[in-house]
């Protein structure tokens, strides 16, 4: 018996904003560079230093926010490791959220009445009765539009 939900998931993916990316990789470039530059006089630990500081503002400057519009819920993953799923029947309403961006943070975020799954950008709030996701979206109107087609009150 088919419950009338679309069959197939459609995703979307959305990356740090250039502007935040050229911050971030600026600011990881200055501390991963101070550090190595250090490794030439004082041995190895600087350099070693300087590595995984590289390595973390590369994880960070490709960081993604990842929206799975599926036939029975909406699933959110950002950075890989923090991720939720939301059934529909949980939703009491969709709509576009604020723009975010370095105030608000990157990552899985706590902010006042929300949690986020945040990039920076535009984004899209998902209210789950008393709770609401906050989830970055390059195309909300498009999402909200996949989400309506779910029967998810959408605004």
Partial sequence: M??????????????????????????????????????????PLPLVLGVLIAVVFVAVVMMTARIQVGPESVQIQVAVVFATEIPYRDITRASAGPVTGLTEGMGLRSLPGAKGY??????????????????????????????????????
Avoid: D, H, K, M
């Fill in 2 to 43: 088919s419950s009338g939900r679309e069959a197939e998931t459609t995703t979307f993916r959305t990356g740090l904003p250039a502007q935040y990316r050229l911050i971030v990789g600026l600011l990881g470039l200055t501390a991963a560079g101070g550090s190595i530059l250090a490794a030439l006089e004082a041995g």
């Fill in 118 to 155: 945040l990039v920076g950008g535009p984004s899209v709030r998902i209210e789950c009765g008393p709770s609401v996701v906050l989830v970055s979206c390059r195309e909300p109107a498009r999402l909200l539009s996949c989400l309506a087609r779910q029967n998810v009150p959408t605004a």
